[in-house]
């Protein structure tokens, strides 16, 4: 089943038979070449036919892009800190929805606070 998706650079594909999934790092349009990278890290190059010859469709970048990635270090991706003191750590775990004492009794003080003013 060929392909009549053309290559993105930065876009994320899947082989349709194959199910790995891989980037466009580059596409040379004087060389008629196109430089993917899969998952795994592996790169490889290929001509405008090969890529029409692909049974593929695009997809969505995978929840850890990373992946093919070198020397990715934490603070490369973005992520921020979250604040969490020890008292934090130290707090049981409830259920999703369910508040604990602490914010309880926050909740509680806010209220509180509205009804004097």
């Known amino acids: 089943m060929p392909t009549s998706l053309k290559p993105v650079v930065l876009q994320w594909y899947r082989h349709l038979d194959k199910g790995q999934q891989f980037y466009v790092t580059a596409i040379d349009e004087e060389e ?3 430089e993917i990278q899969h998952f795994d890290g592996d790169v490889e190059e290929m001509d405008f ?3 029409h010859n692909l049974a593929i469709k695009t997809i969505e970048p995978p929840e850890d892009w990373t992946g093919p990635m070198d020397d ?4 490369d991706l973005g992520y921020t800190e979250t604040g ?3 008292e934090d750590w130290a707090e049981p775990l409830g259920e999703k929805g369910e508040s604990t004492e602490a914010e309880a009794e ?7 606070e509205g009804t004097e003013e």
């Open 106 to 112: 926050a909740e509680r003080r806010e209220e509180e």
């Open 84 to 86: 969490m003191t020890p």
């Open 49 to 51: 036919d090969d890529w």
């Open 72 to 75: 990715v270090e934490r603070d």
């Open 32 to 34: 008629g070449t196109i």
